[in-house]
């Protein structure tokens, strides 16, 4: 819980276009802080990934707010889709799951977003 932000860089080949990502990885308790800031982190973004704990409830509570506030400031200036993706983390600690996968899937569909669970430890 320091509130540090990082921003990584990858190169991927996708059907032969090289694709350079630049993934800025902001932390749940930083995003509560500055909603201008937040605002700039939204505009800087072509598209989102949302990633909660299973084993968190409240990171996956907060999911709804922060997907409404990604499509107010990114869908309001054009009628474009913003394209966002949920992901439930630590798929691989099942015994410790607070929020099932049927939840996940459902929020998706409700906001129109992705979903998939992963474990980042596999």
Same mark, same amino acid.
């Given at each position: 819980?320091?509130?540090?932000?990082?921003?990584?860089?990858?190169?991927?080949?996708?059907?032969?276009?090289?694709?350079?990502?630049?993934?800025?990885?902001?932390?749940?308790?930083?995003?509560? !802080?500055?909603? +201008?800031? =937040?605002?700039?982190? @939204?505009?800087?973004?072509?598209?989102?990934?949302?990633?909660y704990s299973i084993c968190d409830r409240a990171s996956f509570n907060i999911l709804p707010l922060k997907i409404q506030?990604?499509?107010?400031?990114? !869908?309001?200036? +054009?009628? =474009?889709?913003?394209? @966002?993706?949920?992901?439930?983390?630590?798929?691989?600690?099942?015994?410790?799951?607070?929020?099932?996968?049927?939840?996940?899937?459902?929020?998706?569909?409700?906001?129109?977003?992705?979903?998939? !669970?992963?474990?980042?430890? =596999?």
């Amino acid at each position: 819980f320091g509130g540090t932000e990082f921003i990584y860089s990858h190169n991927l080949t996708v059907d032969g276009r090289e694709i350079l990502l630049h993934i800025w990885d902001v932390p749940t308790s930083q995003q509560a !802080e500055d909603g +201008s800031s =937040e605002e700039k982190r @939204i505009q800087w973004a072509d598209s989102f990934v949302l990633v909660y704990s299973i084993c968190d409830r409240a990171s996956f509570n907060i999911l709804p707010l922060k997907i409404q506030f990604i499509k107010a400031a990114k !869908e309001g200036q +054009s009628q =474009e889709k913003v394209p @966002i993706v949920i992901v439930g983390n630590k798929r691989d600690l099942h015994h410790q799951r607070v929020v099932s996968s049927e939840e996940g899937r459902l929020l998706a569909l409700s906001l129109d977003c992705g979903f998939y !669970e992963v474990s980042a430890a =596999e």
